[in-house]
């Protein structure tokens, strides 16, 4: 079975298409977020396709599982232009960010129009999709809002992974789960691989921030630095800290899936380091400094 970071570079150009096919019917979304829907490495949308396939051991997705997939991503996507409203970031992705080129307003109206095209692809296939998606997005919800406005009375450690469970964890967690429940898996394995895909993203936002740590501090965004400063002043001491995580979270994700074959556990285990090294391997500074030509 071909390496996970092979498998996205397979299936980005067909998720893509169906991405622009749901975007572009009638008026679903403005034409202007489109370059937004179109960019990101799809690593959601991948997981849940290859959880998919491998169970299926059908080279194909499903048209279920395709567009379950993008479902995920654009669920994704509308997170990450409210989420940079709330951090004030100015970048991402190497371009301004979207609420600076569209303005605060639109930026909003934009994010609640793509937030309905999940629910529109989800529904055709049955009401838990539908309810598995809004209990991922109020997680998602509550750990923004624990990161930048209210954070509860927690130990900075515990609180660093009670963010990143909500905010990133539980739509890779939706993802995984989505996966085996398309491939007709029983209750058992569909909750081992939401286990398993909450592990990973939990593993894939570790690597970001210690990624983060090699930023120039007037460049990381702002509610992500005073998260990790909660847990130490010093970024030596962060990258301590968050290297033990990442290490713990990828033998917690290894444990999820001992129901499995031993090469089928062998496979998932690599594309959680193959998250974690796309991850650490992309761009940083352009992540949040504009491109000399995006001005």
Known sequence: ?????????????????????????????????????????????????????????????????????????????????????????????????????????????????????????????????????????????RGVAWEVLEQPLLPSVELYDAVITRKTGCLFSLAAAWGAMTAGADENVVTAFANFGLSAGKAMQIADDIADLHVPGDCRPGSEALLLQSISARDDRVGRALASLLDAEIARAAARLRLLAPREQRTFIQAVRDIVGITIAGPRIDKYRPAPNSS
Do not use: W
Request: glycine share 8%; proline share 6%; with cysteine.
């Open 1 to 141: 079975m071909m390496p996970f970071r092979e498998y996205l570079e397979q299936v980005r150009p067909t998720v893509n298409r169906r991405i622009e096919e749901m975007a572009g019917d009638g008026e679903a979304v403005d034409p202007g977020v489109l370059p937004l829907l179109l960019k990101g490495k799809r690593m959601r949308a991948g997981l849940l396709l290859r959880v998919h396939t491998a169970l299926t051991r059908m080279t194909v997705p499903t048209p279920r599982a395709l567009d379950l997939a993008c479902a995920l991503e654009f669920a994704h996507a509308a997170s990450l232009i409210l989420d940079d409203m709330l951090d004030g970031d100015v970048v991402r992705r190497g371009a301004p960010a979207h609420h600076l080129t569209r303005g605060e307003g639109r930026a909003v109206l934009d994010a609640v129009g793509i937030l309905a095209l999940p629910y529109a692809l989800a529904a055709p296939y049955g009401s838990q999709y539908v309810t598995m998606l809004a209990s991922a997005q109020q997680s998602m919800t």
